[in-house]
C-alpha cells in the first residue's frame, strides 16, 4: 500500500522551493508569477557584481581596471591576471610555482623569477601609504597571499 504524504507550506518552502501553486492552475496567477519572477531574475541579474573591492582598491573584473584610491592604475594582462587571481582567494598562499602554472599555463617556459618580476612591479604601482604592509604579501619558503589587513 503506498502512503499519499501530502507536503504542507512549510515543508514545500523548507525544502529549497522559490514558489509553488495548487492544483488546478488558475492561469492568470500563474503568468503573474511567472512575470514576477522573470522581473526578478532580471534584477538580480543586473546587480550581480564584477567588482572585487578591499580597502583602497578596487578590480573590475569586466573590463580590466584597477583603481588604487581613486586613481587608475595601468597593469599589463598578467599583472592583472597575477591580481585578480589572489584577490579572488584572499588569505589562500600561493606558492610562485603554482602561480605560474595558473596564471601563465603549465606549457610556458618555466622561470620563477617571473612572478616575483610581476609581484614586485605589482607592489609597485600599487604603493600604500608609509607604515602600511603591501597588498600582496610573501610568506617566506611559502609563497605570496593577498593580505589580510586590506580585507
Known amino acids: 500500500m503506498i502512503e ?10 523548507e525544502t529549497g522551493a522559490n514558489d509553488y501553486f495548487q492544483l488546478p492552475i488558475d492561469y ?25 573591492q578591499f580597502e583602497g582598491l578596487s578590480i573590475n573584473l569586466v573590463t580590466q581596471e584597477v583603481f588604487h584610491k581613486g586613481n587608475y592604475i595601468e597593469l599589463s594582462s598578467q599583472e592583472f591576471k597575477l591580481l585578480s587571481y589572489l584577490a579572488h582567494r584572499p588569505n589562500e598562499v600561493y606558492s610562485a610555482d ?3 602554472e595558473d596564471i601563465w599555463g ?3 617556459h618555466k622561470d620563477s623569477r ?17 607604515g602600511y604592509p603591501p597588498y600582496i604579501q610573501t610568506i617566506r619558503g611559502v609563497g605570496y597571499t593577498l593580505h589580510d589587513y586590506y580585507l
Open 28 to 52: 492568470e496567477e500563474l503568468l503573474l508569477r511567472i512575470k514576477a519572477h522573470l522581473f526578478h531574475y532580471k534584477n538580480v541579474r543586473n546587480q550581480r557584481t564584477f567588482v572585487i
Open 4 to 13: 499519499d504524504h501530502t507536503c504542507t507550506r512549510q515543508e514545500i518552502f
Open 114 to 130: 617571473t612572478v616575483l618580476v610581476h609581484i614586485s612591479n605589482i607592489r609597485k604601482k600599487l604603493a600604500t601609504d608609509h
Open 98 to 100: 603554482q602561480l605560474f
Open 106 to 108: 603549465e606549457n610556458s
